[in-house]
């Protein structure tokens, strides 16, 4: 017999399947000795009460034994000799699962990044953090796995409106994740161990006869009679294939700026752009928790913020517990911060971003942007324009070296200038200055009022012992490609699929890779028709 149980349970007790046995006995009254496993469905930490409990969801085998947890077998089938293939611009989340579900329908994914593999991608980060050099074409954003595998490697989505969540966390565990992502209730790979699963997810595709190209940048689009021919890259290469898959992500600039050119139809974005606040992450601990230390079996606590100051949206954006701060720019001149965590999250600092709502009125209201940018304003690129003006900012008064602006949390909030920073886990270093300078007016007078207002929520959290560093501004894409809602093809192009952050239809990894799956299908669609 199975039985589906809820237990509440001590920290210390969670995962020790005797003690569970025992539960699981009392629960619905039957002998100990009758309990022969049980497989966890749901997990997920109540801190509610005076002392966090683990809430476990669990199918108790009674009087059977139990069965392993079931991963679905996915069949990839051989593709070498394919009659069709598809160009996949970019090997991030939605790149490499629009790959994968093409090889299940038979379908050759010919793969273009513009970035390095996974193993040479690690040296450009290092020059980043330790040198302050940053590299175009291979960085934080740029590379095998995209901006997901240098970027703590969340998989908070739960929503199933873009595709199946359960079949993108299969398909993670296939390639080596841990099965507790399956159940989690904020699943985590970590920075530290995604770099091996892109690549057993690169070596299937290829081992299947499909195609990974680095250092591919595409510079060129030929069209005729609405549809694209070839695909030129920087390296005088020409591809060529029935439809393209555009899975570019949300830092490709160079992209958006040649479709512009072409005259390929696309829109300005509302996104978002703030900070990030670190914090000591035992204050973070102390605080969600509830006690004066977490001990060895909570995991470092996070925490989800929002508030809405006059009419804007202020939020917490990628929490990272344990983590650190990463250097995220994708040009020269440019400072972008973003946050990240190894898979046992034990650094002793805890950032997010704090970022606050741009809309497409509150740009066009700025005047020093109008001046600047002039003309360019009018065009679909403008919030691109904006979001770069921001960066260039903060690089000026960082001092350069990707060296990067800070201040006191107080301190920003007062408009008094920090004499001195606490420690940071930003590599490439900060440095104090007056981030109402860095910042636009509006999103500074946003972040100065919710601060106080999210230190009534987190004890401690409104301290001069964070530190807020500029300038979090990739939260998502500030422009987005568009798409006919039930072919998925862009409107002008025949055989043009925009697809996942990049093109404004995603906002993580999870949720990328669902659109790569959702529009790989999309294309099997259009070929089979």
């Known amino acids: 017999m199975q039985q589906t149980i809820t237990l509440r349970v001590p920290p210390e007790e969670a995962e020790n399947a005797s003690i569970i046995h025992q539960y699981i006995s009392s629960a619905i009254n039957i002998a100990l000795g009758a309990v022969k496993g049980y497989t966890v469905l749901k997990s997920s930490i109540d801190a509610r009460g005076k002392k966090p409990l683990i809430q476990l969801s669990l199918l ?12 679905p077998e996915i069949i990839y089938k051989d593709v070498h000799r394919a009659p069709r293939s598809v160009i996949i611009i970019g090997a991030g989340p939605a790149g490499l699962f629009a790959a994968l579900q093409l090889l299940q329908q038979g379908i050759k994914p010919i793969i273009l990044e513009r970035g390095k593999a996974v193993r040479e991608r690690r040296r450009d980060l290092a020059a980043i953090n330790k040198l302050g050099i940053m590299n175009p074409e291979s960085n934080y954003c740029f590379g095998e796995g995209g901006a997901g595998t240098y ?7 739960r929503s199933n409106k873009r595709g199946n969540v359960n079949s ?20 985590h790979i970590g920075t530290n161990k995604l770099p091996q699963i892109i690549t057993a997810m690169r070596e299937q595709i290829v081992a299947s006869g499909g195609e990974v190209h680095f250092n591919k940048k595409v510079t060129d689009l030929i069209i005729e009679n609405d549809r694209i021919k070839a695909i030129k890259t920087a390296d005088g290469d020409a591809f060529t294939a029935g439809a393209v898959i555009l899975a570019t992500g949300h830092s490709a600039r160079d992209i958006f700026h040649l ?30 928790y509830k006690c004066p230390a977490r001990g060895q079996w909570l995991p470092p606590a996070s925490y ?54 741009v809309t497409e009125k509150d740009v066009r209201a700025i005047p020093a942007l109008k001046k600047d940018y002039g003309s360019k304003m009018n065009s679909p690129l403008f919030m691109l324009h904006f979001q770069q003006w921001v960066e260039q900012a903060a690089f000026k008064a960082g001092g350069g070296k990707l060296v990067a602006p800070a201040q006191r949390m107080v301190d920003f909030c007062t408009s008094r200038i920090s004499e001195t920073l606490p420690g940071c886990s930003y590599l490439p270093g900060i440095h104090s200055a007056p981030l109402w300078e860095v910042l636009p007016p509006f999103v500074t007078k946003a972040l100065q009022k919710a601060f106080p207002l999210f230190g009534q929520k987190i004890k401690g959290y409104y301290s ?7 300038t979090e501004s990739r ?24 697809c996942g952050e990049g093109a404004g239809y995603a906002g993580g990894i999870v949720s990328a890779a669902m659109d790569g799956e959702r529009v790989a299908a999309a294309v099997c669609a259009a070929f089979k028709g």
């Open 259 to 288: 479709l512009h050119h072409k005259k390929i139809r696309i829109e300005a974005k509302p996104f978002a752009l703030g900070v990030r606040a670190e914090h000591p992450q035992a204050l973070i601990d102390q605080s969600q």
């Open 464 to 470: 001069n012992d964070a530190v807020i560093v500029a």
């Open 168 to 187: 993108i966390l299969n398909t993670f565990v296939r390639f080596g994740a841990d099965e507790k992502i399956l159940y989690q209730a904020h699943p």
């Open 60 to 71: 108790a085998y009674i009087n059977e034994p139990p069965q392993k947890r079931a991963v």
């Open 475 to 498: 939260t998502s894409s500030p422009v987005r490609i568009p798409r006919d809602s039930n072919s998925l093809l862009h409107p002008q192009i025949k055989n043009l699929y925009p």
């Open 304 to 357: 989800s913020l929002v508030e809405q100051v006059n009419t804007h949206g202020v939020f917490s954006f990628c929490m990272c517990p344990g983590g650190i701060i990463a250097p995220a720019a994708t040009d020269e001149n440019e400072i972008v911060v973003n946050g990240w965590s190894p898979s046992k999250r034990n650094n002793p600092h805890a950032n997010s971003g704090i970022v606050v709502q």
């Open 151 to 157: 970027s703590d490697g969340k998989l908070y989505t």
